[in-house]
Structure formats: C-alpha cells, structure tokens
C-alpha cells in the first residue's frame, strides 16, 4: 500500500507559477493527473523512479516540470506560465505505465488560476 500526501495548491493569477508537492511512502513511479469542473480527469506528467525519464502531456511541455527528491520520497510539480485552462485538481499518482494512472491516489489539490 503507498500513501500519497499532496500539498501546494491554490489561488493565482494568469502568468504566474505554483509548485506541487507529493509525498510518497515509498520509492515508484509517480506522475499527476488533474480533473477540471466537467471534465474527465487527464495525464499531465510523470516520472520515473530513477528520476531520469519525465514524460508530458502536450499542453504543459515548456511550462510544467516534474521532477522528484528520493531521499524525501517526493514528486514536485512546478507549474510556470498558468492560464484559467489550467484550472483544475491536480492529483498525484503512483504506480502507473506512460498515461495510464496507477493504482495509488493522492487526496487531490485545487489549482485555480484567475485571469
């Protein structure tokens, strides 16, 4: 069983940048999904355990980087040049293969960007 534990949302302006935080109780591989209002909940990034293959949906590739700190068992998400289209919950996963979620859920952080 692997506990995810989210933190980093919140409220920004159009332009601006948020960091997500992920943490793990263990080593695998991680990524994040995000759910917009009516919406189906899509890929956005993920990593692999090593840290060294990051993959990304097309609409964040520039903008978001994933990347993870194994000796805190953490995946982070920095976010840069948001827009309202990124509005959404943003949840960690663990355990899944290229865009397909695994089967470990972070509880979920709203990120909301205001234009």
């Known amino acids: 069983q692997v506990q995810l534990v989210e933190s980093g949302g919140g409220l920004v302006q159009a332009g601006g940048s948020l960091r997500l935080s992920c943490a793990a109780s263990?080593?695998?591989?991680m990524g994040w999904f995000r759910q917009a209002p009516g919406k189906e909940r899509e890929f956005v990034a993920r990593?692999?355990?090593?840290?060294?293959?990051?993959t990304y949906t097309d609409s964040v590739k520039g903008r978001f980087t994933i990347s993870r700190d194994n000796a805190k068992n953490t995946v982070y998400l920095q976010m840069n040049s948001l827009s309202p289209e990124d509005t959404a919950v943003y949840y960690c996963?663990?355990?899944?293969?290229?865009?397909?979620?695994?089967?470990?859920w972070g509880q979920g952080t709203q990120v909301t960007v205001s234009s």
């Open positions: 990593i692999s355990w090593s840290g060294g293959i990051t």
């Open positions: 996963n663990a355990g899944g293969v290229g865009t397909i979620p695994g089967d470990y």
């Open positions: 263990g080593r695998i591989v």
